[in-house]
C-alpha cells in the first residue's frame, strides 16, 4: 500500500538522507535485523566524513529542521551529526518504520545478494522468498511514515535518514509508481540528500 496516493498536496518538505558509509559497508555485508543494526555496524570514520561533507554542501536545513531517523545505528550516527552541525532545536525523532528492508536469510551475508532480491522485486513486489521482507511491505511502513507527519507538522522541513532500499522505495512512492519498479530510479549514494518530491495525481479533477 502506498498511503502517499491519497494525498494531493503536501504540508512539509521532506528530504531523504541516505546514512553515511558504515562498517557493514566496510565488510561488504548485508546487517538488516534489529539484532544487529540497532546497536552495531555504525558509521566508519569515511561515513562520518560523507555525513558532514553533504550537510555543509546543502542549504535548506536550519535549526527548525525536523530530524527523523531509522533507529539502526548507522542511521541515528548519521542524524546525530545532521542534529549537531544544524544546531536543531527540535529533538531527533526515532522511526523504526524507517529501517532497512529486512532481507531474511540472507543476514550477514555479502552485499552481493541484493541483486538477486531486486531481481525478484520485479516479477513479483509481493515476494518474500528466503524470508526477505517484500517491497509493497516496505513501501506500506515508509509511506505510512509521511501520512504520519503530516499530520502532525505543518509548513516543517524534514530531512529522513534511513537505508539504501528504504527510501529507494519510498522515493517510487513519491513517484506514484509501482513498488516493483524501485531499482529504474536513481539511487541514493551514502550521505546522499535527495528532496522527495510528490508527483501530480493522474486524477481528473
Not at 26 to 48: A, D, K, T
Amino acid at each position: 500500500m502506498n498511503y502517499l496516493l491519497g494525498i494531493e498536496r503536501l504540508n512539509n518538505r521532506y528530504f531523504a538522507m541516505r546514512h553515511g558509509h558504515s562498517l557493514a559497508n566496510q565488510q561488504g555485508i548485508i546487517v538488516s535485523h534489529p539484532e544487529n543494526g540497532c546497536n552495531n555496524y555504525g558509521l566508519s570514520e569515511l561515513g562520518r566524513e560523507q555525513v558532514r561533507a553533504s550537510l555543509r554542501q546543502n542549504n535548506r536545513f536550519d535549526a527548525k529542521t525536523v530530524v527523523v531517523t531509522s533507529d539502526f545505528k548507522r542511521a541515528r550516527e548519521s542524524a546525530g551529526i545532521a542534529f549537531e552541525l544544524l544546531a536543531c532545536n527540535v529533538s531527533i525523532c526515532d522511526e523504526p518504520r524507517l529501517r532497512e528492508r529486512h532481507f531474511g536469510e540472507l543476514e550477514l551475508a555479502s552485499d552481493a545478494s541484493y541483486d538477486q532480491v531486486w531481481q525478484q522485486d520485479e516479477v513479483n513486489p509481493d515476494s518474500r522468498v528466503r524470508g526477505v521482507e517484500s517491497v509493497n511491505q516496505v513501501m506500506a511502513r515508509v509511506t505510512a511514515v509521511i501520512a504520519d507527519y503530516e499530520n502532525r507538522y505543518s509548513a516543517a522541513t524534514i530531512l529522513l535518514v534511513s537505508h539504501g532500499d528504504a527510501l529507494q522505495i519510498l522515493q517510487t512512492a513519491f513517484a506514484r509508481l509501482d513498488a516493483s519498479t524501485h531499482r529504474q530510479l536513481e539511487h541514493l549514494h551514502t550521505a546522499e540528500i535527495r528532496q522527495l518530491l510528490l508527483t501530480a495525481s493522474n486524477r481528473l479533477s
